[in-house]
């Protein structure tokens, strides 16, 4: 997509602080960090959402997750980290391509992610949620 922000730090035409590549992945510090070393990872692909990405994109892009979340946690003296993904304008994403924060996090560090309300079901009421969310699930 030739005006997405993503694609074209991928491609080198908008500068950034590469962490991470490979053929299906590139990692790069957020310029408006929650924390120190808070990084996006984005698959190369143009992808707005999940589902259109392709199983090795799938892979690839969690496999790197895996190796750099390790590497925040032994790089920056890091004692956790949240993953977030807005998938949606309705969820917040703001920029059209899939991608994930990797926010590093350490005890008191002010931060404050879990800020939603804790909603009450009966057991029933979550049992025909999860029969209406299984019923949807295909391959």
Known sequence: MSDCVFCKIIK???????????ENVYAFLDINPASK????IVPKKHSESLDELGE????SLFAAIRKIARALLESLD???FNLLMNSGKDAGQIIPH???????RKKKDGLSISSWPFLKFS????QEIAKS???HIRD
């Open 12 to 22: 080198g035409e908008i500068p950034s602080s590469k962490v991470f590549e490979d």
């Open 37 to 40: 070393g808070h990084l996006l």
């Open 56 to 59: 090795q994109e799938f892979s």
């Open 78 to 80: 890091n004692t956790g």
């Open 98 to 104: 899939v991608h994930f924060h990797i926010i590093p």
């Open 123 to 126: 057991g029933d009421h979550l």
């Open 133 to 135: 969310i299984s019923e």
